[in-house]
C-alpha cells in the first residue's frame, strides 16, 4: 500500500537552538558518514519510513542543528531540554571510534557552545552529541584523537572523565555544593561597603570593603566570563563581568559590589528552581527499587540488585515493596498500585498470567512473577528516555524564541555601546553618565527571562503529562493539542473492550422437551469451537459456574456455525443463514435477529432440527468511561469520528451509545487514512486513538497520533505522538486541557519577559535605571517566569 508524505514533523531531538546572551557560533555542523543528525528521519509509526525528498525537520540542518548561542551561565531548562542516549544517535564509520565523557561542569548551552567551538578546531573530530541531562559528551572521533579532545577541554577550565564502553549512563552527579557561607560573607561585605559610603567614610574602606565582596562571589563569574570573551561569546558572566568591572572604574564601589553579590544570589535560587523541572523527571529514576528477592537455582530466596535482574528469573515481591522490574505473575494474587506508571488512582488486582511493572507498589499480597524484561529495557526506562527524548524537541514558540534572541541580544549591545559613546562625542554629555547607562543596558541585555520561558513551561507540561500516565513525544504536541478539531477513534480496544461477551441468552421455545437446559447444551457446543462468538458464549456459562456437557461428533459448518451430539440428541448452533437451512426459521426469529444485530450485536441460535430452542447474542462491549469521555471532548469543542473494520450497522449502534458524531465501517487501513484525509485543512488540527497495525497508517497521517494502553507496549511507547499508559479515554480530555494550560502560561511567561525588559531598557536610555533595577530586569524577571512555569507542575500526580 503507498502512502502518502506524512506531516513534517517539528520536533528535533538534537536542535539546540539559540541561546541567551552569546553569538551563534557560526560554525558548520558536524556530521559523521551517514549520521543524519539526532532527530527522527521522518516520523515512523508503522515500521516504514514516511521520509519524503526534501522532508526535513523545521529549522534542522543536515546533521546537528546547532546554532547555539551561548546561554546565561545559569543552569537552564536547557540543560533537561536534551536526548537521552546520545550513544545510540551516534554510530562511528571506518576507521573512527566513539568516545563518552562524563564533563561535571557542562548543564547549560553556555559549556556546549564553548565545547563545539573548541573542537571544532581539533583534527579527527567527526560528530558530537550533547547529553546536558546526563553531564555526557559523545564524541566520534579518529584513532589517536581522544587525547587532543580531552586536552581540549580541559583548557576551558572543565574535567572530562572518559566512560568505559557498555557503561550504563547513571543519573549524573549532584551539582557542587555551594559554599553558603562564603556568600553569605560577600553580603555582609557587600552590605558594610553601603554603609561606609553612607556615612561617608574613607574612600578606601568602602573600596576594600567593595573588593572583598566581589572577590568573595565573584571569581566563578570572573573566570567564566573571561573564558566565554576568550572564546568569542558574550554571555550572562561575560556581560556581568563587563559591568561590575565598569562601575568599579566609574567609583561606584558599593553598587558594583551588591549587584554581584545579588547575581550570584539570584542564579543560585534560579538553578534550584530550574532544579525541580530537571529532577521531576530524573526523580522517576527513584521510583524503581535497588533490590530484588529472586529465587536461586536450589529454590532458595537471596536479595539481589535489581540491575542484575535478567528475563526468565523468579522474583518474590511481599506486601509494601516497589516492584524491580517488569514481568507475569505466577504465583498469587495482590492489588497493585499503578500509578506511576499508567496514573491510574486506583490499585489493579493482579493474579496468575497478569502483567506487572517495574517501579509499581505492591499493596496486599506476596506474589512471585517471572522477569520478561531487564532493568535497562522496563516499561520504566522506555518512559524516561521517551520523556528526555520529548524534551529534546524544541516547540514551536520555542524556537521563535531562539531565533529572536539571536537578534535581540546584539541589537542591544549595539544599544549600549552607542549610549556610552554617541551622547559624550555629539551633545557633550557627561561620559560619567553615559557609561553608567550603558552598563545598566548591558546587564538588561541578556535575554535570559525571554529564552528560559518556553522551555521551563514544556518541560513542567510533559512532566505534568506523564505523572498522569500520558507520554507526549515533544513539545510540538503539546502546543498542538490545543488546537485539535477533529478526533478520530478506532472502537475496537480505544472504544470497546475489544473482547466479545455474551450481552442476550433467550430460551425461544420454553415448552420444548430436553433432558438439559438449552442454554447449558448451547454452551457446550460453543466451547467446541474457536470462533470468537462461540468463545464468548461458553465463557459466560463459565463464569456463571455451569459444568458443560459432554458432546459427541462435534461438526464444524464454516460459515454458519457448529452442530454436535449431546445426550444421543443432535444440536445445531448457528446463525441465520443455518436456521433457514435447517428450515427452522420464523418471521418472529428474523425480527428478533434484526433487533440484536441493529445493536451491532452478533446472534446465534440453538435448533435441535425442528425448532429454535434459544437466541444468544454477543457484543464487544463500551468501556464505562467511554461516553463519558466523549462528552468531554465535545465539552472541549472537539469533534469525533469513529473507524472501524466493522459492519456500518455495528459502527453506528456503538456511535449511537457513546455519543460519536460521525461514524464509519467497514474500513480498511487504506479507508481510515483517507478519512483523516478528508478532514484536515490549513486550519484544522485532526487526531487518531488508535491500538492496533491497522491503525498506523492513519495514526501517521494525523496530526497528533495517541496510542492507547501503552503500558508494557514498546512499539506504541516509541511511534505514538502521545501515549496513554493505560485504556482510559478519559485522558485525551486531560491532555487537552494541560496543553491548553501550557500555551497559556507560554503567553504569559513571553508577555513577562518582554515587557520587564521593555520598561526597563526604556528606563535605562532615558538614565532612570540603577544597576540595580538592571539586575531586576534580568535575574528578576528570570524568577518570575521560572516560577510561573512551574506551576503546572503542582497536579497530583494520579489525578486524571
Known amino acids: ?123 579527527g573530530v567527526h560528530a558530537l552529541d550533547f547529553n546536558l541531562m546526563q553531564r555526557i559528551l559523545t564524541v566520534v572521533h579518529a584513532e589517536g584523537a581522544l587525547d587532543r579532545i580531552v586536552a581540549a577541554i580541559k583548557s576551558l577550565d572543565m574535567t572530562p572523565e572518559p566512560l568505559a564502553d557498555g557503561a550504563a549512563a547513571a543519573p549524573a552527579p549532584a551539582a557542587k555544593a555551594v559554599n553558603w557561607w562564603l556568600i553569605g560573607g560577600a553580603g555582609v561585605l557587600a552590605a558594610l561597603s553601603e554603609v561606609s559610603h553612607y556615612l561617608d567614610a574613607p574612600l578606601l574602606v ?51 559590589a551588591m549587584v554581584m553579590f545579588l547575581f550570584n544570589v539570584a542564579e543560585l535560587i534560579e538553578a534550584r528552581s530550574l532544579d525541580r523541572a530537571r529532577n521531576a523527571v530524573r526523580g522517576l529514576l527513584d521510583l524503581a527499587p535497588e533490590t530484588a528477592t529472586l529465587r536461586q537455582a536450589d529454590g532458595s530466596w537471596v536479595e539481589v540488585p535489581a540491575a542484575s535482574l535478567q528475563p526468565g528469573g523468579i522474583v518474590r515481591v511481599r506486601p509494601g515493596e516497589r516492584i524491580a522490574a517488569d514481568g507475569i505473575v505466577v504465583n498469587g494474587t495482590s492489588a497493585v498500585d499503578q500509578s506511576p506508571i499508567t496514573g491510574e488512582s486506583l490499585p489493579v488486582e493482579k493474579t496468575q498470567d497478569d502483567p506487572v511493572f517495574a517501579a509499581t507498589i505492591n499493596t496486599s499480597g506476596s506474589f512471585e512473577y517471572r522477569v520478561t524484561a531487564a532493568a535497562g529495557n522496563t516499561t520504566l526506562a522506555r518512559i524516561i528516555h521517551a520523556v528526555e527524548q520529548a524534551q529534546g524537541a524544541r516547540a514551536p ?21 552607542a549610549v556610552a559613546v554617541l551622547p559624550p562625542l555629539l551633545w557633550g554629555q557627561p561620559w560619567f553618565d553615559a557609561l553608567y547607562r550603558a552598563l545598566a543596558l548591558l546587564i538588561i541585555a541578556c535575554p535570559c527571562a525571554l529564552v528560559i520561558s518556553t522551555p521551563v513551561s514544556i518541560v513542567s507540561g510533559l512532566t505534568a503529562a506523564s505523572r498522569r500516565g500520558i507520554l507526549v513525544k515533544g513539545g510540538v504536541y503539546l502546543e498542538e493539542g490545543r488546537n485539535l478539531k477533529w478526533l478520530a477513534l478506532d472502537k475496537t480496544g480505544t472504544l470497546t473492550h475489544g473482547k466479545p461477551v455474551q450481552t442476550d441468552l433467550q430460551d425461544w421455545d420454553a415448552a420444548a422437551p430436553g433432558p438439559h437446559p438449552a442454554a447449558l447444551v448451547a454452551a457446550s457446543l460453543a466451547a467446541r469451537s474457536d470462533h470468537p462468538v462461540s468463545l464468548a458464549v ?196 486531560t491532555f487537552l486541557r494541560l496543553s491548553r494550560a501550557t500555551h497559556r502560561i507560554l503567553v504569559q511567561n513571553i508577555a513577562l519577559a518582554l515587557g520587564i525588559k521593555v520598561v526597563f531598557l526604556a528606563l535605562a536610555v532615558t538614565g532612570h535605571a540603577t544597576l540595580w533595577m538592571a539586575l531586576f530586569a534580568d535575574v528578576g524577571a528570570s524568577l518570575l517566569v521560572v516560577a510561573n512555569g512551574l506551576r503546572l507542575l503542582r497536579a497530583a500526580p494520579g489525578s486524571r
Open 1 to 123: 500500500m503507498s502512502l502518502p508524505p506524512v506531516k513534517q514533523r517539528e520536533h528535533q531531538s538534537g536542535a539546540h537552538g539559540g541561546a541567551c546572551c552569546g553569538h551563534d557560533d557560526g560554525q558548520a555542523p558536524h556530521t559523521a558518514p551517514g549520521h543524519a543528525g539526532h532527530g527522527h528521519d521522518g516520523h515512523r509509526h508503522d515500521g516504514h519510513d514516511h521520509s519524503e525528498p526534501g522532508h526535513q525537520h523545521a529549522d534542522a540542518a543536515p546533521g546537528h542543528a546547532h546554532g547555539a548561542d551561548a546561554c546565561c551561565g545559569h543552569a537552564h531548562a536547557d540543560a533537561v531540554l536534551q536526548p537521552a542516549a546520545a550513544a545510540a544517535t551516534l554510530t562511528a564509520g571506518p576507521g573512527q571510534l566513539l568516545a563518552r565523557l562524563r564533563i561535571g561542569q557542562m548543564d547549560c548551552p553556555t559549556e556546549e557552545t564553548l565545547i563545539r567551538k573548541k573542537l571544532d578546531g581539533v583534527d
Open 206 to 256: 568602602t573600596a576594600l570593603l567593595a573588593v572583598a565582596a566581589i572577590l568573595a562571589c565573584g571569581v566563578s563569574t570572573y573566570r567564566k566570563g573571561w573564558i566565554a570573551v576568550r572564546n568569542g561569546n558574550l554571555n550572562i558572566n561575560a556581560l556581568m563581568s563587563i559591568a561590575v568591572t565598569g562601575a568599579v572604574l566609574i567609583g561606584q564601589w558599593p553598587e558594583a
Open 397 to 417: 514558540t520555542q524556537r521563535f524564541i531562539d531565533r529572536f534572541s539571536r537578534i535581540y541580544t546584539p541589537a542591544v549591545v549595539a544599544i549600549a555601546l
Open 538 to 733: 461458553a465463557n459466560a456459562a463459565r463464569q456463571a459456574g455451569s459444568t458443560l456437557l459432554e458432546v459427541e461428533a462435534f461438526t464444524a459448518l464454516p460459515g454458519r456455525g457448529v452442530s454436535g451430539q449431546v445426550g444421543g440428541q443432535t444440536y445445531h448452533l448457528g446463525n441465520r443463514r443455518l436456521m433457514r437451512e435447517l428450515g427452522v426459521s420464523s418471521a418472529a426469529l428474523d425480527t428478533r435477529f434484526d433487533e440484536l444485530e441493529s445493536q451491532g450485536k452478533s446472534v446465534i441460535a440453538l435448533s435441535d432440527g425442528s425448532r429454535v430452542l434459544a437466541v444468544a447474542a454477543v457484543a464487544d462491549t463500551v468501556k464505562p468511561t467511554s461516553a463519558q469521555a466523549i462528552a468531554d471532548l465535545h465539552g472541549l469543542g472537539v469533534r469525533t469520528l469513529m473507524l472501524t473494520g466493522d459492519n456500518t450497522p455495528t459502527a453506528q449502534a456503538i456511535a449511537r451509545q457513546v455519543g460519536i458524531d460521525e461514524a464509519r465501517g467497514d474500513q480498511l487501513p487504506e479507508d481510515k487514512l483517507a478519512a483523516i484525509e478528508s478532514k484536515l485543512a490549513p486550519d484544522v488540527r485532526v487526531g487518531m486513538v488508535g491500538d492496533g497495525i491497522n491503525d498506523a497508517p492513519a495514526l501517521a497521517r494525523a496530526d497528533i497520533g495517541f496510542a492507547m494502553g501503552a503500558a508494557g507496549t514498546g512499539t506504541a511507547i516509541e511511534t505514538a505522538d502521545v501515549a496513554l499508559m493505560d485504556d482510559d479515554l478519559r485522558k485525551i480530555g
